[in-house]
């Protein structure tokens, strides 16, 4: 059963950098029929896919045009997690982060349990 | 890239079938077998019931059903049950620079 465990801070000062970590288990990074997504959900603007990073004989990432060149997911092969990081935020970034999986089929079968993380001085 | 447009709420009785459309452009939802569905309780994370359209994970019920019609997807619940009350969001893909966009989101609300 694979499991995905969040973890990082739930209050960043705008303009700052957010960073978040979601821990794998039963399934691997490196897998290479999966796919290790973020998306955040918000009042104003619903659920919001954020990006992904992926293993098919070498390593990709895809990101929301939203957050194009203010994010950055990079792969721990090492510790079988990945991580988030949104530089730059403002009040308007403040969400419930999730981290999931996609497991294939383009669809995420497995989420972590959310972050709420509030941008604010 | 705009979201995908669901009715707000939908409402029914135990026992009733209710459906919910998901509607989109031809950029995703009509370009795409690969429509989603996702089932979210009050403070907890969405939860996949339905892939590729139609195709239901181990451990969904066959009470949930996907079907998609040029632009428009849509999900059909048969025999509401209470627990069925939660917020469903429907998911497609949109090509390689959009990758996935999400619908508004809809309430059902079971009487």
């Known amino acids: 059963q694979v499991q995905l465990q969040q973890s990082g801070p739930g209050l960043v000062k705008p303009s700052q950098t957010l960073s978040l970590t979601c821990a794998i288990s039963?399934?691997?990074?490196?897998?290479?029929?999966?796919?290790w997504n973020w998306i955040r959900q918000s009042p104003s603007r619903g659920l919001e896919w954020l990006g992904r990073?992926?293993?098919?004989?070498?390593?990709?990432?895809d990101y929301a045009v939203s957050v194009r060149g203010r994010m950055t997911i990079n792969p721990d092969t090492s510790k079988n997690q990945f991580s988030l990081q949104l530089n730059s935020v403002t009040p308007e970034d403040t969400a419930v982060y999730y981290c999931a999986r996609d497991w294939g089929y383009e669809s995420f079968d497995t989420w972590g349990q959310g972050t709420m993380v509030t941008v604010s001085s | 890239q705009s979201a995908l447009t669901q009715p707000a709420s939908v409402s029914g009785s135990p026992g009733q079938s209710i459906t919910i459309s998901c509607t989109g452009t031809?950029?995703?939802?009509?370009?795409?077998?690969?429509v989603s569905w996702y089932q979210q309780h009050p403070g907890k994370a969405p939860k996949l019931m339905i892939f590729d359209g139609s195709k239901r994970p181990s451990g969904v019920s066959a009470r949930f059903s996907g079907s998609k019609s040029g632009n428009t997807a849509s999900l059909t619940i048969s025999g509401l049950q209470a627990e069925d009350e939660a917020d469903y969001y429907c998911?497609?893909?949109?090509?390689?620079?959009?990758?996935?966009?999400f619908g508004t989101g809809t309430k059902v609300t079971v009487l």
């Open positions: 031809s950029s995703d939802v009509g370009s795409y077998n690969l």
């Open positions: 998911c497609s893909y949109a090509g390689s620079n959009t990758f996935e966009v």
């Open positions: 039963g399934d691997s990074v490196s897998s290479n029929t999966a796919a």
């Open positions: 990073t992926y293993y098919r004989s070498t390593w990709s990432n």
